[in-house]
């Protein structure tokens, strides 16, 4: 399953969510006039770490990360669509966005920056997780409070290799979504705001088969989209509650559920179950037990209960994780069948 070893320098590693991000490079000008905030957070702040996450493979069309240091994001919030560029220097976080959006995007800021996180109610149990720790002071939960621009990858990323779904999420968003707002030298046509949920019910099923996304997942995508206003509106529900409402529609379990409200809700408890890799990631961390499964999982991350997700997170970015003992999943492309 997508991405659960630990992060290269160079891409995303979506659960361990690390994008490389220059510090300490002054804000360089951006054409548009775009609409400003300023916040100075409360404590160390990575956005590399904080919106890893977020980012779906190095050629995500919703996400750029620029060598000037700057995040660009390009999301469908409830005021539309909107882009956001964020810059972070001597201790201070700007925000600039762009379309009907912005000021939606720029209120979402903070939380987006993990303003809600209480990074300070996590206790190391393990050495591994006090040196993850240690060493990544900047580490956040982000709360995006957009569910469906969560769920829908998610989806794709079921039982699939990290390529697959990345590539289906890369061609989708290019063909059915639209341009991102923003100045022209930066976004134009390199950043793509997602298709609406009407768009995504209107996709034909070939263009689904192209994609390399089979009946199935898209056949959840579909039933997701035709109730996208009832799961918008988990974003004000705890993480629990707004699992348990995902999981109501067919093809969404508890794995997907999880990776949606850690991103949409900032859920520091919600660990994910069902996993291929991470079970055995942790057990080969807290216990040298490379065969532990779900239950091991969790029983080892015990001592974490309320912070299950970002103990599993530290321990992803800590990068002790098992050698390979079988060639890497072949990539499939059901597209060319």
């Known amino acids: 399953m997508a991405g659960r070893f630990a992060p290269r320098p160079t891409r995303t590693?979506?659960?361990?969510?690390?994008?490389?991000?220059p510090a300490g490079v002054p804000r360089q000008a951006t054409a548009g006039p775009g609409r400003l905030r300023t916040w100075v957070p409360d404590g160390p702040l990575d956005l590399g770490l904080v919106l890893g996450p977020l980012r779906r493979g190095p050629a995500d069309p919703t996400f750029r990360a620029l060598p000037d240091?700057?995040?660009?994001?390009?999301?469908?919030?409830?005021?539309?669509?909107?882009?956001?560029?964020v810059s972070a220097y001597d201790g201070e976080v700007r925000g600039q966005a762009w379309g009907p959006g912005a000021e939606w995007l720029l209120e979402q800021l903070p939380e987006m920056l993990g303003a809600a996180?209480?990074?300070?109610?996590?206790?190391?149990?393990?050495?591994?997780v006090?040196?993850?720790?240690?060493?990544?002071?900047?580490?956040?939960?982000?709360r995006t409070g957009l569910v469906l621009e969560s769920l829908i990858p998610s989806i794709l990323e079921q039982k699939v290799t990290t390529d697959e779904a990345y590539r289906a999420w890369r061609l989708l968003v290019r063909k059915y979504g639209e341009p991102a707002p923003g100045p022209e030298s930066v976004v134009g046509g390199r950043m793509w705001v997602m298709p609406a949920p009407r768009t995504w019910a209107l996709i034909p099923s070939w263009e689904w088969h192209r994609a390399g996304v089979d009946n199935k997942r898209a056949s959840t995508i579909l039933r997701a989209v035709r109730v996208a206003a009832r799961l918008e509106q988990a974003v004000g529900m705890?993480?629990?509650?707004?699992?348990?409402?995902?999981?109501?529609?067919?093809?969404?379990?508890?794995?997907?559920?999880a990776e949606t409200v850690q991103r949409s809700h900032g859920a520091a408890?919600?660990?994910?179950?069902?996993?291929?890799?991470?079970?055995g990631i942790v057990g080969w961390a807290l216990a040298g037990d490379r065969d532990a499964d779900d239950s091991v999982m969790l029983s080892l991350l015990e001592p974490y209960a309320g912070q299950r997700h970002r103990a599993a997170r530290l321990i992803l970015l800590s990068g002790k994780v098992p050698g390979r003992r079988a060639p890497r999943m072949p990539r499939g492309d059901i597209g060319r069948l």
């Open 13 to 21: 590693a979506v659960r361990g969510g690390h994008v490389a991000v």
């Open 69 to 85: 240091g700057s995040v660009w994001r390009a999301s469908r919030t409830p005021a539309g669509p909107g882009s956001l560029r």
């Open 117 to 128: 996180d209480d990074p300070d109610a996590f206790a190391p149990r393990h050495r591994v």
């Open 130 to 142: 006090a040196l993850a720790r240690h060493r990544r002071p900047g580490l956040r939960l982000t």
């Open 238 to 257: 705890p993480a629990g509650a707004a699992q348990a409402r995902l999981e109501v529609v067919p093809g969404i379990g508890p794995w997907t559920s």
């Open 269 to 279: 408890d919600a660990v994910t179950v069902g996993d291929l890799h991470l079970p």
